[in-house]
């Protein structure tokens, strides 16, 4: 059926011209000379059958070729991307976001209902900046504990790889790395995610995606505070490297009065301390899961004295070998020494050669015991207090030292094999 010149004119009239598409960071790329190709009236959108403005481009090197896939009407009136539909604030499915907000934007089905909303949505969006959503997303957007804790605070890039190459599952692909699809393994058939419709996803019905979110959701840790109710210090990691304590107390001072900020640069983390309990545990329930300083979403934790964690018990792992001595009570304290303590070696002699004289009775400490004997008791002259040429002329006992009494536990206990004795 063939339609007239006027009525022809009054749809050419409602078809979107568009300059940019509206795009998540995602779907973007991380390309800053993202290269698109525009095309007039290219394709009808998928939600509301109008012609409108389609955008093709690359996100990035060895990515899949990306376009627009619905209206920037029906993306404004849920505040969604123009390719993968996700929310442009959250990152989030529209069925998450919507049971987070408590939203029932019911729109219309048939045809006729939803041109007729759609040129209402329209003569709406011109009043605007462009910038805001429509509707009842629109109204309804405010700040969301769960929607924190569940968006996301960088782009997710893997969404942009390319397909997997059907011939590489076949066993049939012969292009090699040549191939610009991925060689890897799918997923299972019966897996949910491989049904996806994007009706579905628009107006958040029977959307996998988002019912995988939504369980998850629901099994989120909760941060306990502590017994100790002394305990009024927040430990706060994976922070970024710029960021200054200024900043920090600016961010966490709404909470309470804080005592001290303990900035650590090279943990990237830093420890607030309030003064009052109450505050503390008001700054971990606000924060947990939910802070996100320049763009890097940080961690919230309990911070807990050293000094009241418990010192390790210390265990003496020292055992006895046969032919050591047992270690002193009271160890030499080489630092501290008086000055009659202290001996210097004549020139020219070793230490082998040194007479008793000399040898101060506290070097000799492990042969005190009663079952050892005392070193050069039983050598001529010893006691005599003579010289030290007389003593090297007298005998030739004095080069060797007594050994403990039984059996040497090791070969190196030998002073003959050690190179104490001349030779």
């Not at 006027?6 to 568009?18: G, H, K, L, S």
């Not at 690359?58 to 993306?75: I, L, S």
């Not at 009842?136 to 804790?149: E, H, Y």
């Not at 099994?219 to 900043?247: C, F, H, K, Q, W």
């Amino acid at each position: 059926m063939s339609m007239s010149k006027t009525t022809n004119t009054y749809n050419r009239q409602n078809w979107e011209d568009a300059e940019f598409p509206i795009l998540c960071q995602t779907c973007l790329g991380d390309n800053p000379y993202v290269r698109m190709i525009k095309e007039r009236f290219g394709k009808e959108c998928k939600i509301c059958t109008r012609p409108f403005t389609i955008f093709r481009w690359c996100p990035g090197a060895r990515m899949r070729f990306k376009k627009t896939e619905v209206c920037q009407t029906c993306a404004r009136i849920k505040n969604v991307c123009q390719t993968c539909l996700l929310d442009l604030e959250y990152g989030l499915p529209i069925q998450v976001r919507d049971a987070a907000l408590k939203v029932a934007d019911n729109l219309p089905q048939s045809d006729v209902n939803k041109e007729y909303y759609i040129q209402n949505i329209d003569a709406q969006l011109q009043d605007g900046d462009g910038t805001e959503a429509a509707g009842a997303v629109g109204r309804s957007l405010a700040a969301n504990d769960m929607l924190t804790k569940l968006a996301r605070t960088a782009p997710y890039y893997k969404r942009n790889r390319p397909h997997i190459c059907s011939f590489w599952v076949k066993g049939e692909c012969k292009r090699g790395e040549e191939c610009p699809y991925r060689h890897d393994k799918p997923n299972e058939p019966d897996d949910p995610l491989c049904e996806q419709n994007i009706k579905d996803r628009y107006y958040g019905r029977n959307d996998p995606v988002a019912e995988k979110i939504m369980k998850r959701a629901a099994s989120l840790p909760v941060l306990e505070p502590p017994e100790d109710r002394n305990i009024t210090t927040l430990y706060v990691g994976n922070l970024p490297e710029e960021i200054t304590e200024p900043e920090l107390r600016d961010q966490f001072y709404q909470y309470g009065e804080i005592r001290s900020i303990a900035l650590v640069p090279r943990q990237t983390c830093a420890f607030v301390q309030y003064t009052k309990r109450s505050a503390a545990e008001l700054a971990a329930e606000r924060t947990f899961n939910k802070l996100v300083l320049h763009g890097r979403k940080s961690s919230i934790k309990w911070a807990h004295s050293q000094a009241k964690q418990g010192a390790a018990v210390k265990t003496d792992r020292r055992f006895d070998v046969a032919g050591i001595p047992p270690p002193s009570a009271k160890p030499n304290d080489y630092f501290n020494l008086r000055q009659e303590q202290i001996n210097v070696m004549p020139a020219g002699m070793k230490l082998h050669q040194l007479p008793a004289n000399l040898v101060p009775a506290s070097a000799y400490q492990m042969y005190s015991q009663p079952s050892y004997a005392a070193p050069y008791s039983g050598l001529d002259g010893a006691a005599d207090g003579e010289g030290a040429a007389s003593t090297s002329t007298s005998g030739g006992n004095i080069d060797v030292i007594p050994p403990p009494p039984g059996q040497m536990a090791y070969p190196s206990q030998d002073a003959s094999r050690m190179g104490a004795l001349k030779k």
